[in-house]
């Protein structure tokens, strides 16, 4: 009963957000996971595809590390603001996403992963969505601290 108390809905959201250094660490360690989403057929397009994946996976290693530092802040605002810039950051990644699948440009993997892809986008879209819209102020207060 204790995350669904007001204060405590934001923290199984953001302690998901650890798996920000587990994928973000993958991506730049092993960019050829890329290959599982995206079409790559020639030599400069794996190339091409390398350092895009490393350069995104960065991003995501750091947003890990903000998640991480923001659990501690007190200004609900600040919070409140982390969680809108995710909302974005998934709404718009998920139109591009869909965007690119519709052209049919062979881009976008159209097979499981592809489609796995932008259904988890999609999700945290929603979810986000959920938190953005839908919760009351309280929810972004410093929650009690229980070790974290």
């Known amino acids: 009963m204790y995350y669904f108390l ?7 959201s953001t302690d998901s957000f650890h798996s920000s250094f587990v994928i ?3 991506g730049y360690m092993y960019p050829r996971t890329a290959q599982l989403f995206f079409s790559m057929e020639s030599d400069r397009e794996r190339g091409v595809g390398r350092i895009l994946t490393r350069l995104f996976s960065s991003l995501i290693f750091a947003q ?3 998640i991480l530092r ?4 007190n200004d609900p605002e600040i919070k ?3 969680i809108r810039a995710y909302f974005v950051c998934f709404l718009c990644s998920s139109l591009a996403l869909i965007h690119e ?3 049919n440009e062979g881009i976008v993997d159209g097979k499981f992963f592809g489609t796995m892809k932008i259904l988890v986008m999609l999700g945290l879209t929603c979810g986000y969505g959920w938190f953005v819209f839908m919760q009351p102020p309280i929810v972004y207060s410093l929650s009690g601290s229980r070790g974290y």
């Open 70 to 73: 923001a659990r501690h802040i």
């Open 64 to 66: 890990g590390i903000m």
């Open 6 to 12: 007001p204060r405590q809905r934001l923290n199984p």
């Open 101 to 103: 699948h519709v052209s």
């Open 80 to 82: 409140r603001a982390f």
């Open 24 to 26: 973000g660490g993958i």
